[in-house]
């Protein structure tokens, strides 16, 4: 089994920031990318932001600047910095993992969900 578990959700004003952090434990061989994604009210989960093994980041366009993802691949986590929120950032983000739970066994996890609240 493996378990993504998000916190640093919350309420902030706009202009205001949040981080967000994402721990993956259980049985884990490697992992690959992790990343964010959100989903609003009414609307399709979007990505955020993606980082490779290797440090490779990506960002939706929209968001490039504002949001900052890092990873520390020893201890499997993958964190979100997010700044200058705005009330369309409102939404709950997910963690995402494409890992190995053994050297052959490939797979996409995801997290419960973290709600982030950006008030005007």
């Known amino acids: 089994q493996v378990q993504l578990v998000e916190s640093g959700g919350g309420l902030v004003q706009a202009g205001g920031s949040l981080s967000l952090s994402c721990a993956a434990s259980g049985m884990i061989y490697r992992i690959n990318g992790m990343g964010w994604y959100r989903q609003a009210p009414g609307m399709q989960r979007e990505l955020v932001a993606q980082?490779?093994?290797?440090?490779?980041?990506d960002y939706t366009d929209s968001l490039k600047g504002r949001f900052t993802i890092s990873r520390d691949v020893l201890k499997n986590t993958v964190s979100l910095q997010m700044n200058s929120l705005k009330p369309e950032d409102t939404a709950v983000y997910y963690c995402?993992?494409?890992?190995?739970?053994?050297?052959?066994?490939?797979?996409?996890?995801w997290g419960q969900g973290t709600q982030v609240t950006v008030s005007e």
């Open positions: 980082i490779t093994d290797n440090g490779n980041t």
């Open positions: 995402n993992a494409d890992l190995f739970t053994t050297r052959w066994e490939r797979g996409t996890y």
